[in-house]
């Protein structure tokens, strides 16, 4: 049994070439439609034909309707006419026979035997055909399509939907579409294209998820590292004044100044228990606690020097000095920074 069903594809043929041979509505049809797809078009007749917006490329009336007689000379016709639009690169892409439609019965005759012709140059060369109405010489078939609209009067949606009789019963395929097409929302279409936006939304917001990840994942390792058993005690702060003299005094006072007002930031309690001063406001050292849940925490990574380059007010000269401070910090105990 021949296969009667048809694998249905959705081809973009760009920069490639649709044969259409014949006339009236149904050539105009053909040719829009192939055009929509992206596709050149040739129109092949044997006179110029009225409102068709297409290539036109004559043909002798004899190709187009022979005789018995005419088949060798035929033959030949046809098979110049293909090499010539085919073209050295093979940009013919489908031929597509419009004027053998039931409905026109003047030389039926000759037009069989035309299409033949082209059916068996066409499988020579691997082209599919269509011939209306003659389902035993297709290689492929039209069907009956629909392509929804959105807000955009110049666009139409990606969204289009097709119906196939596999080239029998056409008429039928389109009365199916037509119900089909009065069955869906209007803004089917529009649905179509915010999803495609949608896609792409989600696909940039992958892209920062996955620059985030490694974030995370630093992040995540440091709050799987054991909790230090004094986190959440207290902690004594001692600041002596490193080398720079009376300025690195003075920069020592600002440094316990600091610590102060970001205990206060974290609504902490301070307490000096020992200070040093060296008479113009600078502290040559100073120990204080600082009160509080998880003072001990943020402070224990305090330890370390401070260091300042300034021109100092102890300075006459306006030259820039570089001073320092050194402070620790350790639950409820000391810890030299």
Known sequence: MPPVA?????????RRTMLVIGDGRLAQTRVRTAKEAGLETKLAWNAPVANISSDMHQVSTMALFPSKDDKENCIRAWEHILNEIDGPDASLFAVCVTD?????????????????ILAKACRTRRLP??????????????PASHRFATDDEENASSLQLAVTTNGRGCRLAGRIRRHLVASLPASVGLAV?????????AKEELNESKARVEELEQELKILLLPKDPNDDKNVIVEIRAGAGGDEAALFAAEVYRMYVHYA???????????????GIGGFKEC????????AYSRMK??????????????????RIHTSGSDAGGRGCGRCDR
């Open 193 to 201: 294209e915010r999803i495609g936006e949608m896609r792409e939304l």
């Open 100 to 116: 053998t439609l039931v409905a026109v019965p003047n030389d039926a005759s000759s037009r069989r035997l035309r299409c033949e």
């Open 264 to 278: 206060e930031s974290r609504r902490w309690r301070t307490e000096m228990i020992s200070l040093n001063e060296n």
């Open 129 to 142: 055909l269509n011939v209306t109405d003659t389902p035993e010489l297709c290689t492929f078939s039209f």
């Open 6 to 14: 048809s694998l249905l594809l959705a081809h973009r043929p760009e």
């Open 301 to 318: 990574y305090e330890s370390g020097v401070h260091r300042v380059q300034r021109v100092p007010e102890t300075e006459s000269g306006g």
């Open 287 to 294: 120990v204080f606690m600082i009160t509080g849940q998880g």
